[in-house]
């Protein structure tokens, strides 16, 4: 079974300051997807950012990265020039090809300061 | 753009009850897709439908049911409630031939 850890429960930084987030996965799949959700206060699940495994080129979405390590099953989510509106609850996930269940890691908090 | 819509949004039963979520998936979506996220948990994948017909199922108990209309809504139907199915409740839909999954904003059901 595919496993997602997040190691890090809570980050915190500084409002204009750049964050990373790290994740870390299980599979013995070659093709498959990450994702990055946010879950703010109002508890919605919003998608910020997807890789698709095959691809090597890092997703970035506006102020959202990724950094996409296949090999060491690394999927870090860099936030630069952080922004009030971005403190939340921030999850991994993962969708194996063809799949339909995402595997969720812990999450992390992050906490942005003013 | 047009999100997932669920209602209710809030619903309180008492223990030994029936519960119905129900989904709206954004037009022109296929697939559906509900989660359980207790509290403080990540969400934990129930159940899908790919064309009104089951595609996957997780972690769903024996007591939950679900099902996905010619109209593509989706019915979670939850009975003998117990406190601990106190969650929210996410419905997710995708588009014909892709895999992201958009979240609703969830329907959070208490238990007493």
């Known amino acids: 079974a595919q496993t997602v850890t997040q190691s890090q429960p809570e980050m915190s930084v500084q409002e204009a300051e750049t964050v990373t987030l790290s994740c870390t996965y299980d599979?013995?799949?070659?093709?498959?997807?990450l994702f990055w959700y946010k879950q703010p206060p109002s508890r919605q699940m919003i998608l910020v950012i997807r890789?698709?495994?095959?691809?090597?080129q890092n997703a970035t979405e506006n102020r959202f990265s990724v950094n996409f390590q296949k090999a060491a099953k690394s999927f870090s989510l860099k936030i630069s020039d952080s922004q009030l509106g971005d403190a939340a609850m921030y999850f991994c996930?993962?969708?194996?090809?063809?799949?339909?269940?995402?595997?969720f890691g812990g999450g992390t908090r992050l906490m942005v300061k003013p | 753009a047009a999100g997932v819509i669920q209602s209710p949004r809030h619903l309180i039963k008492e223990k030994r009850e029936t519960a119905t979520l129900k989904c709206y998936p954004i037009?022109?979506?296929?697939?559906v897709y509900w989660y359980q996220q207790g509290p403080g948990q990540d969400p934990q994948f129930l159940i899908s439908?790919?064309?009104?017909?089951?595609?996957d199922k997780g972690s769903i108990p024996d007591r939950f049911s679900a099902q996905q209309f010619s109209d593509y809504h989706s019915e979670l139907n939850m009975s003998s409630l117990e406190l601990g199915d106190s969650a929210l409740y996410f419905c997710?839909?995708?588009?014909?031939?892709?895999?992201?999954?958009?979240f609703g904003p969830g329907t959070r059901l208490t238990v007493t």
């Open positions: 599979t013995s799949e070659s093709d498959y997807y």
């Open positions: 997710a839909s995708s588009p014909p031939g892709l895999y992201e999954q958009y």
């Open positions: 037009p022109r979506h296929d697939t």
């Open positions: 890789q698709e495994a095959y691809k090597q």
């Open positions: 439908f790919y064309e009104k017909m089951q595609s």
């Open positions: 996930a993962y969708l194996r090809d063809a799949g339909n269940m995402l595997t």
